[in-house]
């Protein structure tokens, strides 16, 4: 068998398909029953019940509308095991840190299709094609549903067959990867976001056809939605939002149709972009989700934003501190210059827009925010989005900014590294310590129009998984460039400044063998690397006294290893 024929056959069914997609399935309306999964890609596909069930009650709009439509939007599903965790982990690693994956939750991208059909008994055809995916690029999945939905709805089900063998045929979604990916006669160009991509930090977003004949779509993002397009009808109040995000309080977002509050949410908590916002939210939230009873329970306010449709939940959610309630965002065009934060008095709000809420804010509303997006006439919308995502990304920098000064002051200078120490690393993080440090500098959101003290908001954000998930992994991020630090002074550290005759023979030895992991740790490609540490093994050889070196040369492994036969003679 040639080399070519064993990859093939070590291939795996599904293989490449489930490092992009857990399953594709289609759910239609059943008239005995209610919604059903109707069929599901790969055929083998384990769905829990109350996946499945979830699955069928988010995968149709549950707002009526008596009108044909086809409507795209996407969902959060708790899920009930990782099948591809290696290759998350990797993702995650590699990408920014708001695109990391949730073990959690899987994405649900939805393709809602609804036409009137005399044949059918209750008037109406209701289907949606479903595509569950691990990874929040929700703009790169928006076109893959779509690709396949309209194949589907022309051909059927050999269309989802066929779309799920090409995408087996897909490379493994790496960071920072272009790609050039074949599906039903589309080919998509486009990149996945790499961790330190300076470049991509304000993208355009709108896809290109570069050419109508092939299908050619040209993704300048693979992830963000628009959010001049959906948060421009309250954009007096994104500050508010922002500091919402933030601080992970409960946030109600009330549309017409998932078409809108879904990529709305999704909005909302990309504000606080380049940190990745950590607590519970779902785009889309149905009054049939297993979550419903807990997030209605008035005795306790979940940390959670969730994105609705049905007016009942007016009703039930008159506990939750914040509101937003849109309407058709495809009418409202205008910039909300005059609009201020409502009182929140949901009894008497149930057909009133807006941003209402019972709290009160240390950011004012950003009139010079207000002013960049009204300044020039009909500039795209592309535009006005950049300058949005600008504006908020430097306010989170500037937020952030007390936190990355204070994790300096926990780090060891490099002069302090010792090799006769552990790999030193990063000191516990105190809140008081860090609340003095914060009042001892300039207040990092006075340009905002913040006078007041500001450390009340520092000290609800440290008690957010938002700053949990952002200091465990940039402590990680530290303690790996500390490693480097002192494995950097292990190779090349002239061993005549460590005076090893102040040291006793216990601490030698215990060098030694430092030296000698971190030479076997390296590849057999590291050749400079390993030629200096082989060195440093030497001079310390030549600097130790005779019983020593006699100890270290009856060891084997260090005599054939590292060549010190010559001491011996």
Not at 207 to 227: A, Q, R, Y
């Amino acid at each position: 068998m040639t080399s070519s024929n064993t990859k093939i056959s070590e291939k795996k069914p599904w293989e490449r398909f489930h490092k992009w997609i857990h399953s594709i399935c289609v759910v239609t309306f059943d008239l005995e029953i209610g919604q059903r999964v109707e069929f599901i890609y790969p055929g083998d596909t384990y769905l829990s019940k109350e996946e499945s069930t979830s699955i069928c009650y988010m995968a149709m709009p549950d707002s009526h509308s008596p009108v044909s439509q086809e409507t795209n939007y996407h969902f959060r599903l708790n899920k009930s095991f990782d099948r591809d965790i290696h290759t998350h982990q990797l993702f995650t690693e590699n990408c920014p840190q708001a695109l990391s994956t949730n073990s959690q939750f899987l994405y649900g991208y939805v393709n809602f299709r609804q036409h009137k059909d005399a044949n059918i008994r209750r008037g109406y055809y209701q289907k949606s094609v479903v595509i569950l995916a691990p990874y929040p690029l929700h703009i790169f999945y928006y076109n893959i549903v779509r690709i396949i939905s309209n194949a589907f709805f022309k051909y059927g089900e050999v269309a989802v067959e066929t779309a799920c063998r090409q995408l087996d045929e897909w490379p493994i979604p790496e960071p920072g990867a272009i790609l050039n990916l074949t599906l039903l006669d589309n080919i998509i160009h486009c990149r996945i976001p790499k961790a330190n991509d300076i470049e991509q930090r304000y993208n355009l977003l709108s896809p290109i056809l570069d050419n109508p004949d092939t299908s050619e779509i040209k993704l300048h993002t693979m992830h963000e939605f628009n959010l001049y397009k959906y948060l421009r009808s309250i954009a007096s109040n994104l500050n508010a939002l922002w500091e919402i995000v933030l601080t992970g309080e409960s946030l109600i977002v009330m549309a017409p149709s998932p078409a809108i509050c879904a990529p709305l949410t999704e909005a909302l908590v990309s504000l606080i972009h380049p940190l990745q916002y950590a607590g519970d939210y779902r785009p889309y939230f149905t009054i049939h989700d297993p979550d419903f009873s807990s997030f209605t329970n008035t005795s306790q306010i979940p940390c959670i934003i969730l994105g609705v449709t049905n007016p009942f939940f007016n009703k039930t959610m008159q506990h939750f501190p914040h509101l937003i309630r849109l309407g058709d965002i495809n009418i409202e065009n205008k910039i909300d210059i005059k609009k201020k934060k409502n009182n929140l008095k949901l009894k008497s709000l149930d057909t009133k827009l807006g941003f209402f809420s019972s709290s009160k804010f240390f950011l004012n509303d950003d009139n010079s925010l207000i002013k960049k997006l009204t300044k020039t006439g009909n500039r795209p919308d592309d535009a006005q989005h950049v300058i949005i995502r600008k504006h908020f990304m430097e306010l989170t920098e500037c937020f952030m900014f007390p936190f990355e000064r204070y994790l300096s002051s926990l780090m060891p200078l490099r002069k302090e590294i010792s090799l006769f120490n552990p790999i030193p690393k990063i000191s516990n993080f105190n809140i008081d310590d860090f609340i003095q440090s914060l009042l001892q500098h300039k207040n990092p959101l006075k340009a905002y129009g913040v006078q007041k003290d500001i450390s009340p908001l520092y000290r609800r954000f440290i008690q957010t998984k938002t700053f949990k998930n952002w200091h465990n992994r940039r402590c990680e991020d530290i303690n790996i460039q500390l490693g480097e630090a002192y494995y950097d002074i292990m190779k090349n550290i002239n061993i005549s400044s460590l005076n090893l005759s102040n040291h006793n023979h216990v601490e030698i030895v215990d060098l030694v063998m430092k030296i000698s992991n971190r030479f076997r740790s390296l590849s057999t490609d590291m050749k400079e690397e390993k030629g200096k540490l082989r060195k440093q093994l030497t001079d310390i050889m030549a600097d130790i006294d005779d019983e020593l070196k006699s100890i270290l040369l009856s060891n084997n492994a260090f005599r054939e290893l590292f060549e010190f036969y010559e001491y011996a003679s």
